[in-house]
T-cell receptor
Framework: QQQVKQSPQSLIVQKGGISIINCAYE??????FPWYQQFPGKGPALLIA?????SEKKEGRFTISFNKSAKQFSLHIMDSQPGDSATYFC????????????FGKGTSLLVTP | DAGVIQSPRHEVTEMGQEVTLRCKPI?????LFWYRQTMMRGLELLIY????????DSGMPEDRFSAKMPNASFSTLKIQPSEPRDSAVYFC??????????FGPGTRLTVT
């Protein structure tokens, strides 16, 4: 069964807007939460990651918000650009289990000019 | 650094044939992962190795799938016999200690 639930499945945002993708998990043993970006024909690439000891992490235009009590985390893309159009995957893993990734189903983001 | 290398990039085979996918991880990385990506199921972990030893193969769909890592610089994923439902993109990823996984470009497998 899907251990990480991701929404929405697809998202259309205008250039300059904010893209928000949400994920939820059940397993409280998860202690590492990365987001991966995938372009067509390419492998996923790490975008940003967070551990549950912080509630927010920001890298450039990308921010992860983490709510441990709600078991939810989200990716915010500020000032979205057409080059951000890609599929985004949230994931969760357990450091003691080798960081094997449990992925959400993905969100296809289209940023229109 | 060349990154994770996978071969072949595309494979088309007939049902019942044996398929072998290959992966060369990034030098110095001690963990290697095999994932499968389909539209229906998304990205699924098949198996992962730590220091060349299989740690968790619970994601391997059935006995037709097998994976080996004979040394730190090479791994194979074999499907025998292949079936049309095995059609997917298969990714190999590697990591050093600490969680960040680097993915290869994938092998697109089509079984007719």
């Amino acid at each position: 069964q899907q251990q990480v639930k991701q929404s929405p499945q697809s998202l259309i945002v205008q250039k300059g807007g904010i893209s928000i993708i949400n994920c939820a998990y059940e397993n409280t043993a998860f202690d590492y939460f990365p987001w991966y970006q995938q372009f067509p024909g390419k492998g996923p690439a790490l975008l940003i990651a967070i551990r549950p000891d912080v509630s927010e992490k920001k890298e450039g235009r990308f921010t992860i918000s983490f709510n441990k009590s709600a078991k939810q985390f989200s990716l915010h893309i500020m000032d979205s650009q057409p080059g951000d159009s890609a599929t985004y995957f949230c994931a969760a893993s357990i450091s003691n289990s080798g960081y094997a990734l449990n992925f959400g189903k993905g969100t296809s983001l289209l940023v229109t000019p | 650094d060349a990154g994770v290398i996978q071969s072949p990039r595309h494979e088309v085979t007939e049902m019942g044939q044996e398929v072998t996918l290959r992966c060369k991880p990034i030098s110095g990385h001690n963990s290697l992962f095999w994932y499968r990506q389909t539209m229906m199921r998304g990205l699924e972990l098949l198996i992962y190795f730590n220091n060349n030893v299989p740690i968790d193969d619970s994601g391997m769909p059935e006995d037709r799938f097998s994976a080996k890592m004979p040394n730190a610089s090479f791994s194979t994923l074999k499907i025998q016999p292949s079936e049309p439902r095995d059609s997917a993109v298969y990714f190999c990823a590697s990591s050093a200690q600490g969680g960040r996984q680097y993915f290869g470009p994938g092998t697109r497998l089509t079984v007719t």
